[in-house]
Structure formats: C-alpha cells, structure tokens
C-alpha cells in the first residue's frame, strides 16, 4: 500500500490563480479529510467527506470546495487564491467508523504571492 | 464543540531528560484521545491512542500518555528523551460519534545533546 498520496509537494501561486491539491489512498477507505497547518494554530479541518458523493463542511471551509467522485480520490480545489490560504495541507484518510485512526499524507506546501 | 489545549509551546530538554507534554480537552461525552508527531519536514504519524479500557497508553518509541478522566487531560510523558525526539507534537480528540479530529496547537520539543 502506498498509503496517503498527495501531489504536488510544493507549489508558488499567485493571488487569483485557481489549483488543485490531489489527494489519493488506496486503503478503501471511507473517511477522507483535509486539513491546514498554520504556525501557532495547529491542525485545521477544511472539507470533509464519508464516502463517495458526500462532503462536509470543517471549521474553516470558506475558498476551498472538494468533491468525491470516488472512494480513493478526494481532491481540494481553490478557485481563487489568496494570500491567506498560503500553509501546508494535509490529506487524511480513515475507515468509517467511530474508533478508527486518521493517517495523514505526507503534504503540499502552498504558497500564494 | 470540542477543543483541545497544549499549554507547552515550545519545550527544550537535554538528553535522557524526562519528558511531559500538558493536553486538556473539553468535550463532555466519550472521546477518542491520539497524539501525533511530526519530524521536521515529514508528515504526521500516530504515537499513540486512547479509545477505551485501560488509561495509561503506551505508544512507540517509548512515549505513554493518561487519561484522566475527571481532569479531562491526556498527558504525554516519556522517561529519558533522545536527540531524535526533537520533533511537534499534536494533541487531538475526537467526540461526539462522528469522525472529526480537533488538534491542540502543537507543542515544539528540541532535544539538546
């Protein structure tokens, strides 16, 4: 197993320019998040999503939009990037359920100019 | 809502020094309790976890953590730190029924030879 995948590692964007995070697993499963790093704030919850064709708002959703057409993919998209949304993302994936354990990707570390 | 707080920012230490990082939770109902770690440049991993059962945890590397309930607290603790236990570590708990982590803030350890 690969795991949690994420692409690209590192991308410099400037304010207005739209992207995509990818985010992969091929654990089958269920659960699929993303998250924001910021120093001094920790682990931030963007979208969320408990199965294909489902998604969730997290604490801090405002420009970011997903999507999940399948189980294994859950990309992040910023329509309009802003200097604001310059952090690292995590991808984090679990099996459904209430006492299963989150594993995290390895990140994409976002610059916005 | 539930929240989570790492009162310890940033902790150095000497080696074989021992080690004890504060986490506080509020959430009135039954919680998951986890810590990660994260080595410079690397991604989140999973030390350990609290789900149910016997409230001293033991995870790898030597770290444990307890939970105690009437303090809502999970404390992290390892007896002789190493120069490779500098690294941020992340308090988080899940409640609720759902599968939403909330992370603390973060605590930096550095680890002086």
């Known amino acids: 197993n690969a795991g949690v995948t994420q692409t690209p590692k590192f991308q410099v964007l400037k304010t207005g320019q739209s992207m995509t995070l990818q985010c992969a697993q091929d654990m089958n499963h269920e659960y699929m998040s993303w998250y924001r790093q910021d120093p001094g704030m920790g682990l931030r919850l963007i979208h969320y999503?408990?199965?294909?064709?489902?998604?969730d708002q997290g604490e801090v959703p405002n420009g970011y939009n997903v999507s999940r057409s399948t189980t294994e993919d859950f990309p992040l998209r910023l329509l309009s990037a802003a200097p604001s949304q310059t952090s690292v993302y995590f991808c984090?994936?679990?099996?459904?359920?209430?006492?299963?354990?989150?594993?995290f990707g390895p990140g994409t570390r976002l610059l916005v100019l | 809502a539930q929240s989570v707080s790492q009162h310890n920012h940033h902790v150095i230490l000497s080696e074989a020094a021992s080690l004890e990082l504060g986490c506080n939770y509020s959430?009135?109902?039954?919680?998951?309790l986890f810590w990660y770690v994260q080595y410079p440049g690397q991604h989140l991993q999973l030390l350990l976890k609290y789900f149910s059962g016997d409230p001293l945890v033991k995870g790898i590397k030597g770290f444990e953590a307890e939970f105690i309930k009437s303090k809502f607290s999970f404390n992290l603790r390892k007896p002789s730190v190493q120069w490779s236990d500098t690294a941020e570590y992340f308090c988080a708990v899940r409640g609720g029924g759902g599968n939403k982590l909330t992370f603390g803030t973060g605590t930096q350890l550095k680890v002086e030879l």
């Open positions: 959430y009135g109902g039954t919680v998951n």
């Open positions: 999503s408990v199965g294909a064709g489902i998604t």
């Open positions: 984090a994936s679990s099996l459904s359920g209430y006492q299963e354990t989150q594993y």
